[in-house]
């Protein structure tokens, strides 16, 4: 059977569930209609959301492939300078005038100081401005240490918290390598709930070793009346290079069958509904409109600006005098993330400008992730000459699709069925080649390097 799939859309570190292709042409090797074509909308380049990358973590969870390390010593006062003036660098090369939204992300985020996060917004104030009502989301580990600074964190302007909850089988998140138990998570999630009612959301994981459908929905029966208005629904995939992937190859851990992981997936979307939750994206429920913000300017393909070690973001350098978008990635290594932000104001590590195909690839594939799906007025903003109709109506795996109900192609627009949803991950290559065969790669000679290194 088809592969039930559900993509963690972690929040910008190593990109929030995309597929990615980059082209490697410079600006003069651009063509004239790619100019045309890619013409920006004042919408995609006047605002944009943050991420803000804290790299460290106390330890590192068995399944975790993120850009995260164990620190060596105290240096947060050096992380937290230069976050800030890698903030105020970026800003000021994209020009966008505000900010729509900010993500405190990682690593583990809640180790930080909450000076550091005021700080940044005072950073981000000096260069730009803070939309009205702005999103200030903040990622905590529900330990004894993160639960006490909640409190500071909401003076410092967080006004969302995204609590990793992961588990309520205390057994589970140590095998799991997670460094708190079910009370402590239960707990943190009640007084962040305190502080910021109705702004609180949950990371939850299925498909854990020896997990069955009866002990999943036994766990959510607990969970979810405690929830705030928001959860988000990961399915726990094993990671070439981290301890679990080593765990099931050697034949010590085995993870539920493809059969299991789409009736935990069934089952967590009936459930969530039953207690008020609609389904906003793949993984995403809100209740009481309380969507995230912040990650549907990622599936809407608007502009996010990267800032901190290994974080990604996709934006214009207008002030370099370009129109095109690029795909940048900071350096990794804190360490050398620190020296390269203290010569150079920032530590970019790689620059891609991204080719029309590349760029209508991310917005087609993020944009089919959410339940409203891909509008033609929203489509039109990246591509004004080929309208949806145009690109997918006279294809014929898409008219299978739309005919076994997993897709719809209207007025509105094209989107998924709830069926659809959890089978997208089966029909985007197909969509994919549609798109391709309509905006073929144009492979020039004496191209540039993939890459350009800072």
Not at 81 to 110: A, D, H, K, Y
Not at 156 to 182: E, K, M, P, W, Y
Not at 310 to 332: C, D, I, K, M, W
Request: glycine fraction near 8%; hydrophobic fraction near 35%; include cysteine.
């Amino acid at each position: 059977m088809l592969k039930y799939a559900v993509i963690a859309a972690r929040r910008g570190v190593v990109g929030p569930g995309q597929r990615c292709h980059f082209s490697g042409k410079s600006s003069k090797q651009l063509r004239t209609e790619d100019r045309t074509e890619f013409a920006q909308h004042d919408c995609l380049t006047k605002e944009a959301s943050l991420y803000i990358h804290w790299p460290y973590c106390l330890k590192r969870c068995s399944y975790c492939n993120f850009n995260k390390y164990i620190p060596k010593g105290d240096n947060n006062h050096i992380v937290s300078q230069c976050l800030q003036q890698e903030v105020e660098t970026l800003l000021q090369l994209s020009q966008v005038s505000s900010i729509t939204s900010v993500f405190f992300g990682g690593g583990t985020p809640s180790l930080a100081h909450p000076a550091t996060v005021s700080a940044i917004l005072e950073a981000v104030s000096r260069r730009s401005s803070l939309a009205d009502q702005v999103e200030v989301s903040l990622e905590v580990n529900p330990t004894p240490e993160g639960m006490a600074k909640l409190k500071d964190f909401s003076h410092a302007g967080v006004n969302r918290f995204s609590i990793g909850v992961q588990s309520l089988l205390d057994d589970d998140l140590t095998n799991l390598g997670r460094d708190h138990g079910a009370r402590q998570a239960l707990r943190t999630l009640e007084e962040a709930r305190k502080l910021r009612p109705g702004k609180v959301s949950v990371d939850i994981m299925f498909g854990r070793p020896g997990q069955s459908a009866a002990s999943w929905e036994a766990e959510l029966s607990e969970l979810l009346p405690a929830c705030d208005d928001h959860v988000s629904l990961y399915q726990l995939t094993p990671e070439r290079g981290t301890l679990l992937f080593k765990q099931i190859q050697g034949g010590e851990v085995t993870l539920p069958g493809d059969y299991d992981m789409a009736e935990m997936y069934e089952n967590a979307r009936r459930m969530l509904h039953q207690h008020g939750f609609e389904q906003y994206e793949v993984s995403n429920f809100a209740r009481n409109g309380a969507v995230s913000h912040h990650n549907m300017s990622y599936w809407k393909g608007k502009q996010y600006i990267g800032v901190g070690p290994g974080a990604h973001g996709r934006f214009v350098p207008l002030n370099e005098g370009s129109t095109q978008r690029e795909a940048r990635t900071q350096t990794p290594d804190p360490d050398m993330w620190i020296r390269e932000v203290r010569q150079h104001g920032h530590g970019t590590r790689r620059r891609i400008q991204l080719g029309r195909l590349e760029l209508l690839e991310e917005v087609l594939v993020m944009g089919l992730r959410m339940a409203e799906g891909m509008t033609h007025k929203h489509w039109q903003l990246f591509s004004p000459q080929l309208g949806l109709t145009d690109i997918f109506g006279l294809s014929t795996d898409v008219r299978e699709f739309l005919r076994h109900g997993q897709l719809t192609l209207d007025d509105g627009g094209l989107r998924c069925s709830r069926d659809g949803l959890a089978l997208l991950d089966s029909m985007l290559p197909n969509l994919l080649l549609e798109l391709e065969r309509k905006f073929p790669s144009r492979a020039l000679k004496g191209a540039s390097a993939s890459s350009q290194w800072i």
